[in-house]
């Protein structure tokens, strides 16, 4: 019996615009709701929402192309990003999920991870609000970015959302969370201090000492210096 993976649909191309400058405007199904039709353009730009109509897509789809002074990523950029982060040979950035050649998505904590370990850099975090495709629900996640710096191309961010729920709830276990999660702390308690809460800091003191002991069993306290 094999298993499968659950992979993304691909989106199915619709129809597709140049501009003067050389870029490409595309308008795609992306899924199979009520709002399926997406515009992306290979200078980075979209829509920002997703249309019930398609006609109402493909006019700014084309009003986009008209305008837009986008270049397109340079090859050899996407081929110096591709090779320093240990992706496979004809890997480029994915326009439907709005990635350019220097802002990246990933499909989870664990995936963010084997990058992480892999190439090293910076990880980050914020609180963002989410919304469903056709706007009709939000919800807050946390936002984790590992920033790496690549040779020639400059800083290059990869971001994963961790929601907070059972099953894709925080896996401090994975080194590049458990260094997220001490950082923010770490940030946290520097503030609580200068306010002259200390009780506030015990807590978060607590967090930091949980993350440090999840990344000694991992043996990795050198990514946050206490090697
Ligand atoms: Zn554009």
Redesign the pocket.
């Known amino acids: 019996m094999s298993t499968a993976t659950p992979t993304p649909r691909p989106a199915a191309l619709l129809m597709s615009f140049s ?1 003067s400058a050389g ?1 490409v ?1 595309e308008v795609s199904a992306v899924d199979r709701s009520s709002a399926p039709y997406r515009w992306t ?1 290979s ?1 980075g ?1 979209d829509g920002g929402r997703a249309y019930a109509s398609l006609p109402f897509c493909r006019d700014d789809a084309k009003a ?1 192309a008209g305008e ?1 002074l ?1 270049v397109a990523p340079d090859p050899a950029v996407v081929e110096k990003v591709r090779v320093a982060l240990g992706y496979r040979a004809g890997w480029k950035p994915n326009r439907h999920l709005g990635e350019i050649a220097t802002r990246l998505t990933v499909w989870s904590q664990v995936e963010l991870n084997e990058i992480f370990e892999r190439v090293g850099g910076t990880v980050t975090t914020r609180e963002v609000e989410r919304s469903t495709s056709d706007g009709s629900s939000t919800w807050m996640a946390t936002e984790i970015t590992l920033t790496v710096v690549v040779p020639g191309v400059g800083p290059v961010e990869v971001v994963t959302d961790i929601e907070d729920d059972p099953e894709h709830g925080y896996r401090t276990d994975v080194p590049v969370v458990a260094v997220a999660r001490y950082r923010a702390a770490a940030a946290h308690c520097r503030a609580l201090a200068a306010d002259g809460d200390f009780d506030g800091c015990l807590p978060v003191q607590d967090e930091m000492a949980m993350c440090r002991c999840q990344l000694e069993r991992a043996g990795r306290l050198d990514l946050i210096g206490a090697a």
């Open positions: 501009t870029a405007v353009c200078a730009h986009h837009c986008g």
